[in-house]
């Protein structure tokens, strides 16, 4: 599959390059993908979540009235449940929501949701960028020149850039990561992938 190198203005560099069809056209798993979103949104839970059950709430454990001749339910403790400001049946604890999903499993993924952003025309390859110092209005720009400004876009870099980086993280849709980082979610996301030309071969080799 070949696409068309762009410029940082939107226009064609005249250069095009291919896209690996083991990857890009490859038929999509939707399970898989559901696999792979399922746990990064889950890797995403603090799970700190407590109240406290009747054995943690303070309060006297007096028997509160007599067993019988009330007329009412009998009752043990102000702690129970039934009462206001009683402790909680079967409350939330604390746990780790996190599972495991096999690395071929989220390689297919990944794989699949570049097919998907390849099947829908989603994906552009820019040539490499690099500002001289972080500027919001250099990315802004950029976007611009890519009519991209009102889109969500996530931008792959082959290592990390700090200005970059930095001149993207004020503006609401736009996304920068390095090819080791890409993740399925992140790809679903985007209405944009934009790809620089060297992020295509670190991406290749570590989905091959």
């Known amino acids: 599959m070949e696409i068309a190198v762009l410029t940082h203005t939107g226009t064609e560099t005249g250069r095009k390059i291919n896209l690996s069809d083991?990857?890009?056209?490859?038929?999509p798993n939707d399970h898989a993908i559901y696999l792979d979103v399922k746990q990064y949104l889950a890797n995403q839970r603090q799970g700190t979540h407590k109240s406290k059950e009747r054995a943690e709430i303070s309060g006297s454990t007096r028997k509160i009235k007599k067993q019988k001749g009330t007329g009412t339910a009998?009752?043990?403790?102000?702690?129970?449940?039934?009462?206001?400001g009683g402790?909680?049946?079967?409350?939330?604890?604390?746990r780790d929501y996190s599972f495991k999903v096999n690395k071929k499993l989220k390689v297919l993924a990944r794989k699949s949701a570049l097919a998907y952003k390849a099947k829908d025309n989603n994906i552009s390859v820019l040539e490499d960028l690099n500002f001289d110092s972080?500027?919001?209005?250099?990315?802004?720009?950029?976007?611009?020149?890519?009519?991209?400004?009102?889109k969500?876009?996530?931008?792959?870099l082959p290592d990390d850039n700090k200005n970059?980086?930095?001149?993207?993280?004020?503006?609401k849709y736009a996304k920068v990561v390095t090819a080791n980082s890409l993740n399925t979610y992140d790809l679903l996301h985007a209405d944009t992938l934009l790809l620089s030309e060297s992020s295509l071969e670190k991406i290749e080799n570590l989905l091959k």
């Open 164 to 171: 970059v980086y930095l001149s993207s993280r004020n503006i």
């Open 152 to 156: 969500k876009t996530l931008l792959v």
């Open 22 to 27: 083991s990857i890009f056209s490859i038929e």
């Open 134 to 150: 972080p500027k919001t209005k250099a990315y802004l720009d950029l976007l611009n020149g890519l009519s991209l400004s009102n």
């Open 87 to 94: 402790g909680r049946v079967f409350g939330p604890k604390p």
């Open 74 to 84: 009998r009752a043990g403790s102000i702690k129970s449940p039934i009462f206001r």
